[in-house]
């Protein structure tokens, strides 16, 4: 920044001295104006060091500062200016001199412009100065230089995995001679995925410890520049976190989890890269489930799922659930993220009917067609047959009624000549049961 010398001693002299030849001239004192004082030392506008211009100096903290899409620029503004001029000229060299004509490029009454004009990756130089509503103007600022930067920086070099452990994953990498300021570091799960951003560092070295134990990633480092531009990607190269006895797996993933009448079901996912030996499903009444009371546990499974028939109180799909990976070393995993099961009415299952009844001596035998189940459906779980000894048998007039798993049953120890009027249900897991089968009955024999 420069600062003129102050003139007002000087000015103060000379106006004396005006006095002193007025005197000895006329005998009587008669004082120039301050005006054609001022007017004998030059232009007000012109002279940033006369007494009556209130601009004495340059616009103070002058910076241009080079962006991707413009050149920012600062300063800090004067009590006594109403507007600033920001001039800018192509910079030829490196000297503060070698740059080509100067113009103005804008008027602005605060203490920032944003050149957005300027051309792409061409360097300019920049200043500015002050004035106020009556012509003053101050010193220029020393000259800034900025550019609007579209050029990334060369990509790093020598990607090396030095090191892998349970720790992470180390790497290296040469700079590749460019204007760096940074390097940004990408993984992906093999060349082709889409990367993921590990981290950013100054130096020329980064340790991964975010991966997942046991997977193997692809990397890759970049270069970025001081206003952003980011190189092309350096060579690629591969590393894995280490798997030890001490190593926890990932937490499961639940996916389905739903609860169709009093059936509950529950599935997750488990990632294949640290193996697991058992999960432990744990249950409570609020989505922070706490694994640490044994109250809430509910039961260790060695697959991927749960299915159990759950009590009839309503209360029961208030639960949320949430699951724990365990491997054979004792190691647990974080609990997955609770979920409340879906819940939905239990649907009842399709009817059957008979294709054959036969009497026997003292019997019935009865055979009827097997029930099947859609995906998602409850599975069948048996048949229940009713008998009566009077027609249009129901369940509620039945005089007697049996569960099987099977398409058949032998009805014994009936009396001979009497005859016995049968009906038959589906059961499902769900506890469902259908409406029942048409009737058929059959007269047993001595």
């Known amino acids: 920044m420069s600062h003129h ?28 104006t301050p005006a054609a004082a001022a007017g004998s030392l030059g232009s007000i506008g012109d002279d940033p060091d006369q007494p009556d211009n209130p601009l ?29 001029e920001v001039y800018r000229a192509e910079a030829e060299g490196t000297g503060p001199d070698e740059v080509g004509p100067y113009e103005r490029i804008a008027t602005v009454s605060t ?23 009556a012509g003053h103007v101050s010193p220029y600022t020393e000259p800034q230089r900025g550019t609007v930067d579209t050029v990334a920086p060369f990509a790093p070099r020598d990607l090396t995995r030095t090191r892998e452990d349970e720790r992470g994953v180390t790497l290296t ?19 082709n995925a889409p990367r993921t951003k590990v981290g950013s560092t100054t130096s020329l070295t ?64 488990q990632s294949p890269y640290v193996p697991v030996s058992s999960y432990t499903v744990y249950r409570a009444k609020s989505p922070q489930v706490d694994i640490t009371d044994p109250a809430n546990r509910v039961a ?16 029961e799909r208030d639960y949320y659930y949430a699951v724990v990976a365990t491997t054979q ?32 001596a003292g019997s019935v035998r009865l055979a009827w067609y097997a029930v099947g189940y859609g995906s998602g459906d409850s599975p069948v779980t048996g048949y229940r047959v009713y008998r009566s000894t009077s027609p249009r048998v129901t369940k509620e007039n039945a005089e007697f009624s049996d569960v099987t798993s099977g398409t058949e049953y032998v009805d014994r120890g009936l009396t001979a000549g009497t005859t016995y009027y049968y009906a038959v249900a589906t059961l499902n897991a769900d506890g469902q049961e259908s409406v029942l089968s048409p009737e058929s009955s059959a007269t047993p024999t001595a």
């Not at 004495?56 to 600033?84: H, K, N, Q």
């Not at 990498?173 to 060349?191: I, L, Q, T």
């Not at 350096?234 to 797996?249: D, F, K």
């Open 111 to 133: 203490g920032s412009y944003t050149d957005s004009a300027a051309d792409p990756d061409v360097e300019y130089a920049y200043k500015v100065r002050a004035l106020d509503d």
């Open 56 to 84: 004495y100096d340059a616009p103070e903290g002058f910076m241009a500062t080079s962006g991707r899409e413009a050149v920012s620029l600062s300063w800090s503004t004067l009590s006594a200016a109403t507007s600033y």
């Open 5 to 32: 010398p102050r003139l007002r001693p000087t000015v103060v002299a000379s106006a004396a001295a005006v006095v002193v030849l007025a005197l000895g001239f006329t005998g009587t004192a008669h004082a120039a």
């Open 206 to 269: 980064l340790r991964d410890t975010k991966g997942e134990a046991g997977l193997t990633y692809t990397y890759e480092v970049r270069g970025v520049d001081a206003v952003g531009n980011e190189s092309g990607a350096s060579n690629l190269v591969t590393g894995t976190r280490t798997v030890t006895a001490a190593t926890a797996p990932k937490a499961p993933v639940l996916g389905n989890a739903s609860l169709v009448g009093r059936r509950l079901t529950l599935s997750w996912t």
């Open 173 to 191: 990498w040469r700079s590749g001679d460019s204007d760096a300021v940074k390097y940004v570091v990408y993984r992906a799960e093999s060349p």
């Open 329 to 360: 070393h004792s190691v647990s995993s974080p609990a997955s993220t609770a979920v409340r099961p879906t819940y939905s009415e239990a649907k009842r299952p399709p009817a059957t009917e008979f294709y054959d009844v036969k009497a026997g």
């Open 300 to 315: 260790t499974v060695s697959r991927t799922e749960y299915t159990a028939t759950v009590g009839e109180d309503q209360g």
